[in-house]
């Protein structure tokens, strides 16, 4: 198409924002230009964008520091294990998340079968936070 796009770089552009990467990236300009060599603005691959003026990570950046990320992974690790060890030790109830209105519920294949039903679900969640709330403290920078 003359002054428009190909079909070809269309579906291409497409593709790339359907599986571009959500979540986290290390706010580290060596692993950011591992995972896209090509970024320049805004990346179609993972959630950073690099400023034009000035090469720093844009404000929409989803990169955190060294530091925060290692605190999200201990976070993770912690959390990882305290639900490996309630499964061990016998804990398999029901419990499953709400982010805003969303649940585990409006998803899983299996609530014909499940033991909690709709009427004792009102607050027998599992009410995710935002990252930042369980990552830092009100005093805290948060890159």
């Given at each position: 198409r003359p002054g428009g796009q190909s079909s070809l770089a269309r579906l291409e552009d497409m593709i790339l924002k359907t599986f571009k990467m959500s979540g986290v990236v290390l706010a580290d300009k060596d692993v950011v230009y591992g995972m896209d060599e090509n970024i320049v603005g805004e990346s179609p691959i993972i959630p950073v964008s690099i400023r034009k003026t000035d090469g720093e990570f844009g404000a929409a950046s989803s990169a955190l520091s060294?530091?925060?990320?290692?605190?999200?992974?201990?976070?993770?690790?912690?959390?990882?294990?305290?639900?490996?060890?309630?499964?061990?030790?016998?804990?398999?109830?029901?419990?499953?998340?709400?982010?805003?209105?969303?649940?585990?519920?409006?998803?899983?294949?299996?609530?014909?079968?499940?033991?909690?039903?709709?009427?004792?679900?009102?607050?027998?969640?599992?009410?995710?936070?935002?990252?930042?709330?369980?990552?830092?403290?009100?005093?805290e920078k948060r890159r």
């Open positions: 060294l530091k925060t990320f290692d605190k999200l992974r201990k976070v993770a690790d912690a959390k990882a294990a305290e639900i490996g060890n309630a499964i061990l030790a016998g804990d398999i109830n029901s419990f499953p998340y709400q982010k805003g209105q969303r649940t585990g519920c409006s998803y899983c294949p299996y609530g014909a079968v499940c033991a909690l039903e709709a009427t004792e679900r009102k607050n027998k969640y599992n009410v995710v936070q935002p990252a930042a709330a369980v990552l830092f403290n009100d005093n």
